[in-house]
């Protein structure tokens, strides 16, 4: 089982952009899912976007699709999460997961390894 650090977050104004990044260690990086969720003060953890081990197969949340892009590179271990154009709506903290599977996943339980999570803050 891999462990998780996020970095990257930050305050942000309305329609700028971040990129966040995921290091995994202790494990077999590319024997794992790996996605990113957020959770909102007051609200239940949400699913952003998830990346197979390839790299070649993505999802995303309805929220962001179309302004948020996943990707990774196995050969670092590391798996980013470039966001443009963020809004208020945007702000919360951000959480790295895996899961030991080939398959492409997006539910919250089926995440075994969770990071601290990170701050994103998007001001209006």
């Known amino acids: 089982q891999v462990l998780v650090a996020e970095s990257g977050g930050g305050l942000v104004q309305a329609g700028g952009s971040l990129r966040l990044s995921c290091v995994a260690s202790?494990?077999?990086?590319?024997?794992?899912?790996m996605a990113w969720f957020r959770q909102a003060p007051g609200k239940e953890r949400e699913f952003v976007a998830s990346?197979?081990?390839?790299?070649?197969?993505?999802d995303y949340g309805h929220s962001v699709k179309g302004r948020f892009t996943i990707t990774r590179d196995n050969a670092k271990n590391t798996v980013y999460l470039q966001m443009n154009n963020l809004s208020p709506e945007d702000t919360a903290v951000y959480y790295c997961?895996?899961?030991?599977?080939?398959?492409?996943?997006?539910?919250?339980?089926?995440?075994?390894?969770w990071g601290q999570g990170t701050q994103v803050t998007v001001s209006s």
């Open positions: 997961a895996a899961a030991l599977t080939t398959l492409l996943l997006r539910t919250t339980s089926d995440f075994d390894s």
């Open positions: 202790g494990g077999t990086f590319t024997n794992n899912c």
């Open positions: 990346v197979s081990w390839s790299g070649h197969s993505t």
